[in-house]
């Protein structure tokens, strides 16, 4: 399977706890992006790599919230002192073209 | 700010029946993205459309970009379960991030 791949795919934790997930993008993709996704609503942007280069973050992204794409392959979203605000879909997309993203299964986190 | 309505926010219907769902902005697009997505699952790129007034059709769906290039709708013929699913629109305003919709939440009933 050459699809996005994310893990794990299911995660509980206790408040404070950190949590890191992981995204290995379609191998030829430059782009990288995290979303996030809670019930009801649509993905909401958090932040995108192009190639290992961080260059957007949105101001949903909080202090505790840290992303690496080291080596501009696969990326890691971490968690610090989770809350149960935190509790959501973390959606992994890659892509090779602006706006045309192909998307992860997702990591479902639940924060008790 | 660009504000993103997607309608109807819940639609549910029986098998065989016609429907369209609409995806509006209050600011001009460069182009967009319609996918879906099913419970669980991350969502899944149905088309893209970068032309005002394009038209593309995929099987029984069609795709519509607005003239204006600040609306879509999808419309869907003879629905079948398995198109039951949140339809999510994506507009793209010109810079790397793609802006989500609510969604609508469509149930195709046997």
């Known amino acids: 399977d050459t699809g996005v791949s994310q893990n794990p795919r299911h995660k509980i934790t206790k408040r404070g706890q950190n949590v890191t997930f992981r995204c290995d993008p379609i191998s030829e993709h430059n782009r990288l992006y995290w979303y996030r996704q809670t019930l009801g609503q649509g993905p909401e942007f958090l932040t995108y790599f192009q190639n290992e280069a961080q260059l957007e973050k949105s101001r949903l992204l909080s202090d505790r919230f840290s992303a690496e794409r080291p080596k501009g392959s696969f990326s890691t979203l971490e968690i610090q002192r989770t809350e149960q605000g935190d509790s959501a879909m973390y959606l992994c997309?890659?892509?090779?073209?602006?706006?045309?993203?192909?998307f992860g299964e997702g990591s479902r986190l639940t924060v008790l | 700010t660009q504000l993103l309505e997607q309608s109807p926010q819940f639609l549910s219907i029986q098998e065989g029946e016609n429907l369209t769902v609409y995806c509006n902005s209050s600011s001009v697009f460069s182009s967009l993205q319609w996918y879906r997505q099913e419970p669980g699952e991350g969502p899944v790129l149905l088309v893209t459309?970068?032309?005002?007034?394009e038209v593309k059709k995929l099987k029984r769906l069609t795709f519509q970009f607005g003239d204006a290039r600040k609306d879509s709708s999808l419309h869907i013929t003879a629905a079948q379960p398995g198109d039951t699913g949140l339809y999510l629109c994506a507009p793209n305003f010109g810079n790397e991030k793609l802006t989500f919709g609510t969604g609508t939440r469509l149930t195709i009933i046997p």
């Open positions: 459309v970068v032309t005002g007034g």
């Open positions: 997309a890659s892509s090779l073209f602006p706006g045309e993203l192909f």
